[in-house]
């Protein structure tokens, strides 16, 4: 059998950095064989100047929207920004798969080797089908009106099926999720919940202030949203608390949902998983075991930065440093085309590192990586440097001190 040997400045295996002189020992298709001492690991062994990590887990995207990118300016907000996305969907499929393609063609170049893709229609089926990337499917369901309910899951239904049949992994590799807690009705979060084997689970996340506002009092800036959909919501009165509160009763302690965004989730927030008796991240540490369990009684809670797109779209980054004071797990997405320049995982965590010095790089590196691999349920293939699993070489390149850098580029050698 033919071996690869990787050496460099640092070697991060997934949760730390390796102390000592490291080296990687993979097989020729990226397996990994172990980590060695370089005085064990004999001849051939390739030294380069840099980071050595596992390849990088997105845990949202929507790859679909990539036609959009540079159509929708920047800083307008977030209701402002979601009626443009809904006004400029409308373009002919060639064009729309072109870019798609195109995007995880970047997504590959920038050392990204799993996803999760929310999904709204079928565009992207047919290139996942390629095998270039692992994906876990998000089928989205939103429906704001009770009786609507019905309708709208059917159609995400069909999504589903469509994605079931063509595309699978070895594990389950599609869910029908809720798109947030502002597009959805009561009705559609109990079939989303109660539909056999969702249990991975995604949703958006207090992405503004307003989405708060709205679920407290029925009143803020999504009236306008709901007014440009041309949707009557005066029922809507508000349920009297914040909207993580206010959705978490929908979910069971055999899921898990990766909240997204969390622009606006704060300790008031954190602290009610405690009372309302879900784990966070501090109960998330008996993962690392290898098992899948919960202490509380509500689903197990991943919490997905996309400090990009926050910024493209509203001008504001979320709470880090309190998401990680209430030991929250964290994870890295970059969204879509629509609301980013570019879909690098890399680039997500330099903006962290910039707006949050105190973030260590290995922190941020496990976020992108083993925390993603949970977060995606795909941890038994990729996310770290353990024996038997293909995750992908990645050498991160520019850094200083053991710091991201404005120059730092990440390169793909297996």
């Known amino acids: 059998m033919v071996y690869r040997k990787f050496k460099a400045d640092y070697l991060f295996d997934g949760r ?23 005085a064990e690991a004999g001849e051939g062994v390739e030294t380069r100047k840099g980071i050595l990590t596992p390849g990088f887990v997105n845990c949202h995207c929507h790859l679909e929207l990539s036609h959009l990118k540079g159509r929708i300016p920047e800083k307008t907000g977030l209701i402002d920004f979601l009626l443009s996305v809904i006004r400029q969907r409308a373009f002919p499929p060639e064009e729309r798969v072109a870019a798609l393609v195109a995007a995880e063609e970047a997504m590959l170049h920038n050392g990204i080797v799993a996803v999760g893709d929310i999904c709204n229609t079928t565009d992207s089926l047919q290139q996942k089908t390629e095998g270039n990337l692992y994906y876990h499917n998000f089928i989205e369901a939103m429906g704001f009106i009770d009786q609507s309910a019905p309708d709208r899951f059917e159609s995400s239904l069909w ?35 109660g539909f056999p084997g969702n249990h991975l689970l995604t949703i958006h996340n207090q992405e503004s202030a307003a989405e708060n506002t709205f679920y407290q009092a029925g009143q803020g800036d999504f009236l306008r949203l709901y007014k440009g959909l041309g949707l009557d919501v005066s029922f809507f009165k508000g349920t009297g608390k914040r909207s993580l509160e206010s959705i978490l009763g929908h979910f069971t302690r055999n899921q898990s949902l990766i909240l997204v965004h969390n622009v606006d989730t704060g300790e008031e927030d954190l602290r009610g998983l405690r009372d309302f008796g879900i784990s966070g991240s501090g109960d998330f540490e008996i993962l690392g075991t290898g098992e899948r369990g919960s202490r509380g009684a509500g689903p197990k809670l991943f919490f997905c930065l996309c400090p ?24 890295i997405g970059t969204d879509s085309l629509a609301s980013n320049p570019q879909l690098s995982i890399l680039e997500e965590l330099k903006t962290l590192q910039q707006y949050f010095p105190g973030l260590s790089t290995a922190t941020l590196l496990q976020w992108a990586t083993f925390n993603g691999a949970q977060a995606l349920q795909l941890d ?27 120059d730092t580029q990440v390169e793909r050698l297996i």
């Open 380 to 406: 038994s293939m990729v996310g770290s440097f353990a024996p038997g699993k293909q995750p992908g070489v990645l050498l991160i390149e520019g850094v200083e001190g053991g710091q991201f850098t404005r």
């Open 308 to 331: 990009n797109a926050n910024l493209y779209i509203g001008g504001q980054l979320p709470r880090v440093e309190t998401l990680m004071r209430q030991d929250c797990s964290i994870v």
């Open 159 to 193: 999504v589903f099926n469509a994605f079931a049949e063509a595309y699978a992994l070895p594990i389950e590799a599609n869910s029908i999720v809720p798109h947030a807690p502002y597009s959805v009705s009561p009705a559609l979060f109990r079939r989303i919940a």
């Open 16 to 38: 730390e950095m390796i102390g000592g002189d490291p080296v990687l020992v993979t097989t020729e298709d990226g397996t990994v064989q172990g980590i060695l001492p370089a």
